[in-house]
């Protein structure tokens, strides 16, 4: 069988899987008695037309750049994590008592100690299933599922019976002090210029943008990088070639859970200003999603995250508005990963007939 | 805790049991054929919906089983398609097939009853009766056992009995039929059947869509057994508990029953707080035993409590030789 050219197995098979999913999704609004077009009209109003829905837009794309390379990275190295949303979680509660206890403390201080304690908790989250991946053979897929219930009902026994102030009825911590509050992109230069009013997304998109450069320099510029590719392309190689397989994938989860742990920077410390159960409210699925999407580079993933960032607030849009239910966007994402992460092949052998078809009619002409 | 108040702890056990019992056999078809489905939840949650919308539309709960059982089927062949004929991950289309349900049957129930992604209440022939076992009424008075036939034994809905049949059935099909036999081996080595002459993807085909049957069935239990309609995300992570008890039992039919049984007597005290704190002398929050399934299932998984060896083919496709 002929092969598919190196540019369109990385742009197209993406971009062809996406149209499947959004074609469907036509489908599916249109059985619903709505309008596709019109639909996307208003998601893309809704999403991109005010300051507002940009702010929110890029405010979720930070969320999904922490956790689309938080799969990624895992999945460079040969691991599915789907404990992005656990690991979220716990981060969460790492960067909400730093905020509790160390908030009156000053900014410079207390921004670089809650994102370390983001990404520790979270990497502490992943380590278990880590280590049991690594040293007993378990499979990390269903311990990291397990542990995201664990976490949950974690943080739900410390929501309710530990963190929560007394006379406060909801299950949540009490809110962080003042001085926590993060600059929104309406008061960073630069971003100032378009942004007037303001927006949920802050400084973390940067540092969100940071994190993504670093995995990208980590991965393809250092032979730690090298070690966890090379290990998760073939791990009977690598461990032929000294890469020590314990170490490959204690590194690769843990960094993958510090990842996922920092996005509570954004949507904990940033956006809700206190601790809430549901606090990851999905993201760390989503991060599966965007790594499938964004072909598990950095790059991939940032514009991945862009676009569930437009499909996530667009979608809130069309349950704001129309008969369409906000669920719309839990099948639009569940079609993406199906299509670039399962029926991949499906689309690779529809795409190199195709080519082939093409070049063959080119070849005839040139005959004639 | 008094006599009265096991036996109620034990009827709720066995209530709660029944749809992870269905699923966790439904999982141990498919993957005993190399086939991981971690979208047993999905296919549940579609079923649910299926069979209460249109349990509700007919006013019949058997047209709703069959729907139920059919949504299920679809998401199965799916997941068939992806994993067997495209060779794709399977992990990865169990995920998200769940998304995918987890979204349209939301979709589907509010187009149908616009009440906000619920079903109307089932009420007469659209659902489940119990079912009064013969001499129940007459034995009750005989002392303890009596009352354990009446309260724990008696009473159910059809699909409980139909899913404790479905244990020895199950046994019987894997270990004493010929289909038993290479739906075991095409699990553990493939190219040993394909060598064979037997079709690798027709069983697993088979056996992707037995387990369509009984998620169906699990589903379709929830929504017009357990409770009357459906709700969204009604199943509750419940698929995910009848992986882990799957897991837990080793990929056996009788453990099997056991798994679920024990996580389902979990689930059944996590319901009583009251009782566990009145047996224990202190308070326990309910959260912990919520958890207390995926604890001991990631406890089995690291080894502590005997080793869990999945199929060996588990998760692979099988590519023929050329």
Redesign the interface.
Known sequence: MERLPNWADLVLVPLVSLLMAAIIAGVIIKILGESPVAAFKLMASGALGTQEGVGYTLYYATNFIFTGLAVAVAYHAGLFNIGAEGQAYIGGLGTGLVCLWLGESPFWVVLPLAVLAGAVSGAAWAFIPAYLQAKRGSHIVITTIMFNYIASAVLIFLLVDVLRPDGQMDPATANFPEATTLPTLNQIPVFNLFFTSKVPANVTLLIALAAAFGVWALLWRTRLGYSIRAFGKSEDAARYAGINPFKITMIAMLLSGALAGMMAINNVMGEAGRLLQNSASGAGFIGIAVALMGRNHPLGVVLAAILFGFLFQGGAELGMWTKIPIEMRVVVQGLVILFTGALDVMVRMMLTRIFAAFRGSKTAKGAV | MDYATLLQLLDTTIRLATPLLFACLAGLYSERAGIFD?GLEGKMLMAAMASASVAYLTGSVWMGVLAGIGASLILAG?HGI??IT????????G??????????T??VA??LFGQG?RTPPLEGDARFAPITLPFAEALRDVPILGPLYYEVISGHPFLVYLGFATVPLTWWVLYRTRFGLRLRAVGENPAAVDTAGISVVGLRFAAVAITGVLCGLAGAYMATALQAGFG?EMTA?RG?IA??AL?FAKWRPVAALWACLLFGFFQALALRPDVVEGVLQFKV?V??L??LP??L??LV???FVGK?I?PRAGGEPYVKER
């Open positions: 971690i799916i992806a994993s495209f060779r794709g991950n399977q992990l990865i289309s995920v998200a097939l769940n998304f995918v349900a987890s979204g349209i939301v979709l509010q187009r992604g969204r992570g995910y992986l882990a897991i929050p959260t912990f919520d958890a995926y604890v299932t990631v998984l690291a080894g869990a999945p």
